[in-house]
């Protein structure tokens, strides 16, 4: 079956724009997870969706945001960009259970200038 | 909030040389899994420990759960060139934490 796919895997902006991320998980899957990551800081948990409700939100600030919906697809946004935005940014999927494995998509590479 | 530290950053490898990386979490675990990211590439899942105290093996890579369920390791024995890439550690509380990651190169 067709695994995580995310859109657009490159994209460069420039500082005060907005970026709109996209994310179609796994067909079955109903719960996604972002996270961003950078050299040396790993994997930095943005947020977790499920059946369009945000069940967790990780300490980033709120030129964050996202959403998911009825299809479990989801997109996350950021506004007012920062340099220190440049990021890869992970979507992952998983079936609706607390142990449930992650399946990552290839994400989307973020620059900013 | 829950943090999930892990250690060592990098580690560097003669082929056929162990190796391991460690993973602390600040709070107590439901469970916790382990990811390999290839270089250029997103990460994958390894595994995943539930229970207190359990050990795992696959092939050379054993996994251990400690017993307060707030630590692991994974360990790699006699390390091949294929073993190259970043191991992460993630423990869920509420969400999926993870460690900042172990990156291996192996020299062959």
């Known amino acids: 079956k067709a695994g995580v796919t995310q859109t657009p895997r490159y994209l460069i902006k420039t500082r005060g724009q907005q970026v709109t991320l996209s994310c179609s998980p796994i067909?079955?899957?109903?719960?996604v997870s972002w996270y961003q990551q950078t050299p040396g800081q790993g994997l930095q948990f943005l947020f977790e969706y499920f059946s369009e409700t945000q069940r967790n939100k990780g300490n980033f600030p709120g030129r964050f945001s996202g959403r998911q919906f009825s299809n479990s697809r989801s997109e996350m946004n950021v506004s007012t960009l920062e340099l220190g935005d440049s990021a890869l940014y992970l979507c992952?999927?998983?079936?609706?259970?607390?142990?449930?494995?992650?399946?990552f998509g290839e994400g989307s590479r973020l620059t900013v200038l | 909030g829950q943090q999930v530290m892990q250690i060592p950053q990098y580690q560097h490898v003669q082929e056929g040389e162990d190796f391991t990386t460690y993973c602390n979490s600040s709070?107590?675990?439901?469970?916790i899994q382990w990811y390999k990211q290839r270089p250029g590439g997103h990460p994958v899942f390894l595994i995943q420990?539930?229970?207190?105290?359990e050990v795992k093996k696959q092939k050379r890579l054993t996994f251990q759960f400690g017993e307060a369920k707030k630590n692991s390791s994974l360990h790699i024995t006699a390390t091949q060139t294929t073993d190259v890439g970043t191991y992460f550690c993630?423990?869920?509380?509420?969400?999926?934490?993870f460690g900042a990651g172990t990156r291996l190169t192996v020299k062959p």
């Open positions: 067909s079955g899957h109903r719960s």
């Open positions: 992952a999927s998983s079936l609706p259970s607390l142990d449930g494995e992650l399946f």
């Open positions: 420990l539930v229970k207190s105290g």
């Open positions: 993630a423990g869920r509380n509420n969400d999926m934490r």
């Open positions: 709070t107590t675990l439901s469970n």
